[in-house]
């Protein structure tokens, strides 16, 4: 059995998973010192040669030539006559030099050699795996769908280290059969009984971050920085952007002209709906830009409770609040800010509190009309049937008795 037979399978390991040099060294040289110390008892006065580009070893013992009678420590000392066996020009006081064979081991010192060798390869490429993506977190990656389950599905990197994409980290939208190409950011590594478990996700704010400097070269550049995103994946993002160049107008930039640059990114997200909005230290301001398409009348701030109170038109509240209420909760995540919008009605226009019919209509139904943004009576004559029906849980007899209730107050 030669040299070549034991480093066989670090040779494929080298091809393949790319170990540098001075690594493959440390670990060659840690098995063969474990085998010397098993057969001598010590390695101190042994050299180690490896030549990780052809799979050479030669092993070299280094032991004092004592005279006969006189040695006490076989492991660092020689007795003159078996020196004399190693090279006849020795002489007591000399370092007599031999070259260690694999053969001498035996062949089961080889074989668990081997074995030792193979099990701390497999280690040290989860190390490298697991330091390789930590160091790669909120990065994107991009890798083909190997296996699909029902809580997540198994991603495979052009590398073929293994990816995991759980269920929690897709947008609603996602649909991927095996084979098609995921494009993810890294979300966090962990080691798990030994083995690098890697989290990618598509949901997350650091996901929507790096698709813009994908299609956005001055974000990239640094030229437009990104001062906070909020997402509620595959339905609506805003996303607040700052430039220190006054030349360059952040906004227009992010949507490009005719919206391509943030195009891409819609598809890519399954068609969620993007704000870009220019951020700016004027909380009244930026609150403002965060409620967009709604057009605000007034605003008033509490700092201690972190509330806004914001006074709308009335054809502009649902806009405030808009599909879902994601608008006013993203742009209240955006703002750190808890918004309560409030209709602004005309002086001469007569108007009633939903609260006020409390004892016609129940509680919940009421709540599920605020949760539209219909807050008074008039807001709710002014939307059709159909229009609620769509946007609230209501049954359409329930909303049938409402308008009548309503309707008889203002006769």
């Known amino acids: 059995?030669?040299?070549?037979?034991?480093?066989?399978?670090?040779?494929?390991?080298?091809?393949?998973?790319?170990?540098?040099?001075?690594?493959?060294?440390?670990?060659?040289?840690?098995?063969?010192?474990?085998?010397?110390?098993?057969?001598?008892?010590?390695?101190?006065?042994?050299?180690?040669?490896?030549?990780?580009?052809?799979?050479?070893?030669?092993?070299?013992?280094?032991?004092?030539?004592?005279?006969?009678?006189?040695?006490?420590?076989?492991?660092?000392?020689v007795e003159i006559a078996e020196a004399k066996l190693i090279d006849v020009d020795l002489a007591?006081?000399?370092d007599a030099i031999e070259l260690v064979t694999l053969e001498s081991f035996g062949r089961r010192a080889i074989l668990a050699a081997r074995q030792t060798l193979v099990s701390k390869i497999l280690e040290l490429e989860k190390d490298e795996i697991f330091k390789k993506y930590k160091d790669r977190i909120g990065e994107i990656v991009t890798g083909e769908v190997y296996q699909v389950w029902k809580k997540e599905m198994l991603i495979m990197d052009d590398d073929g280290n293994e990816l995991i994409l759980p269920k929690t980290e897709?947008?609603?939208?996602?649909?991927?059969?095996?084979?098609?190409?995921?494009?993810?950011?890294?979300?966090?590594?962990?080691?798990?009984?030994?083995?690098?478990?890697?989290?990618?996700?598509?949901?997350?704010?650091?996901?929507?971050?790096?698709?813009?400097?994908?299609?956005?070269?001055?974000?990239?550049?640094?030229l437009i920085t990104i001062k906070n995103i909020v997402r509620e994946p595959g339905e609506r993002a805003k996303v607040a952007v700052e430039s220190y160049d006054d030349r360059i107008d952040p906004v227009g930039a992010c949507v490009g002209m005719k919206g391509s640059r943030i195009h891409g990114i819609v598809r890519e997200l399954k068609n969620e709906n993007i704000d870009v909005i220019n951020y700016?230290?004027?909380l009244s301001l930026?609150?403002?830009?965060?409620?967009?398409?709604?057009?605000?009348?007034?605003?008033?701030?509490?700092?201690?409770?972190?509330?806004?109170?914001?006074?709308?038109?009335?054809?502009?509240?649902?806009?405030?609040?808009?599909?879902?209420?994601?608008?006013?909760?993203?742009?209240?995540?955006?703002?750190?800010?808890?918004?309560?919008?409030?209709?602004?009605?005309?002086?001469?226009?007569?108007?009633?509190?939903?609260?006020e019919f409390s004892d016609e209509i129940e509680s919940w139904i009421i709540?599920?009309?605020?949760?539209?943004?219909?807050?008074?009576?008039?807001?709710?004559?002014?939307?059709?049937?159909?229009?609620?029906?769509?946007?609230?849980?209501?049954?359409e007899e329930t909303i049938l008795e409402v308008i009548n209730i309503l309707k008889s107050e203002f006769e």
């Not at 494929?12 to 060294?25: G, V």
């Open 170 to 222: 897709q947008i609603p939208a996602d649909f991927f059969k095996k084979g098609e190409t995921v494009k993810a950011s890294v979300l966090k590594v962990e080691m798990l009984n030994n083995n690098p478990r890697i989290i990618i996700s598509r949901t997350s704010p650091a996901f929507l971050e790096r698709l813009f400097e994908q299609e956005v070269p001055e974000v990239f550049d640094g």
């Open 286 to 355: 930026y609150i403002q830009r965060a409620l967009s398409p709604a057009k605000i009348t007034s605003i008033k701030l509490d700092d201690e409770t972190k509330r806004a109170s914001v006074f709308l038109k009335p054809d502009q509240v649902s806009l405030a609040i808009g599909k879902g209420g994601y608008n006013i909760k993203l742009a209240g995540k955006l703002t750190g800010y808890e918004i309560d919008v409030y209709r602004e009605n005309d002086v001469d226009e007569e108007d009633v509190d939903l609260d």
């Open 1 to 77: 059995m030669n040299n070549i037979n034991l480093i066989d399978s670090f040779q494929e390991f080298k091809e393949f998973k790319n170990i540098d040099r001075p690594t493959m060294m440390s670990v060659l040289e840690e098995v063969f010192r474990s085998m010397l110390r098993k057969k001598y008892g010590t390695d101190e006065n042994c050299d180690i040669i490896v030549n990780t580009d052809n799979g050479d070893l030669e092993i070299w013992r280094s032991r004092r030539v004592m005279e006969d009678g006189f040695s006490e420590d076989d492991a660092l000392e």
């Open 280 to 282: 700016t230290n004027n």
């Open 92 to 94: 007591v006081g000399d």
């Open 367 to 395: 709540d599920e009309l605020k949760s539209i943004g219909c807050d008074t009576a008039k807001s709710v004559l002014a939307l059709s049937v159909e229009d609620m029906v769509k946007r609230t849980d209501l049954e």
